[in-house]
C-alpha cells in the first residue's frame, strides 16, 4: 500500500488557482456508495497507473515526487466538522466522472481540472480510479 506526493500547478476550480502551487498527498478516492466517500492506498498496480499519469503531465506535476509506503489502507483524514472555510481548506479530487459531489461530513472536496499554461483545461483524466490530495503546503509561484 502506498501514497503519493507530489507538487500541483496549472488547474483550475471553484477560485482562482491561478500561480498556485501545492504540495499534495495523493489517495485514491473510493465511493462504496453514494453516502461515502473514502482514501485509501494505492496498490501496485494503481500505483504504477498514477505515476504514468504524473509523467505524462510535468506541467501540472513539476519536481520530484515521492512514493510513502504505508500500512494503512483506508484513511479519515477530512472527515471534521471544524475545518476552517479558507480559500485552501479543500481536498482536490480528479476524476473523470462529472458527479464527484461533496458528502455533508466532508468539508471542501473539490474537483479540479488540469489546465496549460493559458489555465486554459489541457490534460485529461484517463484513469480509471478517482484520486483525492490532501494539501500539504502551498505557495504562489513567481
Not at 41 to 65: C, D, K, M, T, V
Request: glycine share 2%; aromatic share 14%.
Amino acid at each position: 500500500m502506498y501514497t503519493i506526493n507530489t507538487q500541483l500547478a496549472y488547474f483550475i476550480c471553484s477560485f482562482n488557482s491561478q500561480r498556485l502551487i501545492l504540495n499534495l498527498k495523493w489517495f485514491r478516492l473510493d465511493k462504496a456508495d453514494s453516502s461515502s466517500l473514502k482514501a485509501l492506498s494505492f496498490n501496485s498496480l494503481e500505483l504504477e497507473q498514477f505515476q504514468a499519469f504524473i509523467g505524462q503531465n510535468p506541467l501540472n506535476f513539476p519536481g520530484q515526487y515521492f512514493v510513502e509506503p504505508t500500512k494503512i489502507e483506508e484513511f479519515d483524514f477530512f472527515i471534521n466538522s471544524n475545518v476552517p472555510q479558507g480559500i485552501l481548506s479543500f481536498y482536490p479530487v480528479l476524476s473523470k466522472n462529472a458527479d464527484t459531489d461533496t458528502h455533508p461530513s466532508i468539508h471542501q472536496v473539490m474537483k479540479i481540472a488540469l489546465t496549460d499554461e493559458n489555465y486554459q483545461p489541457a490534460a485529461h483524466y484517463k484513469l480509471d480510479f478517482d484520486v483525492i490530495g490532501k494539501i500539504e503546503i502551498y505557495r504562489n509561484a513567481k
